[in-house]
């Protein structure tokens, strides 16, 4: 897929997540700013090395709510916070790059700390715009972002398509890699990979197990539904190198 068609595609998502009768999840303004950056232009071709890239979704810094809301293992927002900076710098090197797929924070919620945070991370930091980060509440431009984009296209054995919201229409030898569902099961078993937090343990993916896991999948090797992504990626890992 083309980085226009794939363009051409989530505005079609956006458009239909705005189709009446929108559910009660769908922020309509938030999905309307995301419609009209997918205007601005083509999403970004990325060809970083899959090994020194690294991919999670969905962080809700701050967000006490999320603690309940998504079954988070954790007793304060401050603690899930801790949890995924600590994950991020035992993993990430300062010259790997790591990708969130959005929602970096929500309601407001961003503080002085988590930018300081976030800038001391390693890594070269890049942004799929997800739906909270276009609410200007969220000040996402504050923090040290390298490269933004509404979408990434990876070309690979197979290729990826990296998006905050999932995917209706995904080809038939990719796979749609996306967060935004947090908890929830991707559209497909075989066409999605959904590395919200949740799915993750908390903590970054390498993007060369998730390629292997992708690979795997499009194969309709048996990998077994209904595990966390994390799993899936530890079961391809052990017995499917």
């Known amino acids: 897929m083309t980085a226009t068609r794939l363009r051409s595609v989530y505005i079609e998502e956006l458009n239909r997540a705005l189709r009446p009768p929108v559910h009660k999840s769908v922020n309509a303004a938030q999905m309307r700013a995301m419609l009209h950056r997918a205007h601005d232009g083509d999403p970004i071709l990325y060809e970083e090395p899959d090994e020194k890239t690294w991919i999670w979704s969905d962080l809700h810094l701050g967000h006490k709510t999320s603690i309940g809301a998504f079954g988070r293992p954790f007793h304060t927002a401050q603690a899930a916070d801790k949890a995924m900076q600590r994950a991020w710098v035992e993993r990430v090197a300062e010259d790997d790059t790591i990708v969130c797929l959005g929602d970096i924070t929500v309601d407001g919620c961003l503080q002085p700390h988590h930018m300081l945070r976030w ?61 935004h569902i947090h908890e929830k099961r991707s559209p497909t078993p075989n066409h999605h990979i959904n590395v919200s937090v949740e799915q993750l343990d908390y903590a970054p993916a390498n993007l060369k197990d998730v390629r292997r896991l992708a690979r795997r999948l499009l194969e309709r090797r048996k990998v077994p539904a209904g595990k966390r992504t994390r799993r899936q990626l530890d079961i391809v890992n052990a017995t499917m190198p």
């Open 119 to 179: 800038q001391q991370a390693p890594g070269r930091k890049v942004l799929v715009l997800g739906n909270h980060d276009v609410d200007p509440i969220n000040r996402v431009e504050h923090l040290d972002i390298q490269q933004q984009a509404l979408a990434l296209v990876a070309p690979g054995d197979p290729p990826l398509l990296l998006t905050h919201v999932p995917l209706i229409e995904v080809p038939f030898d990719t796979v749609n890699v996306h967060g």
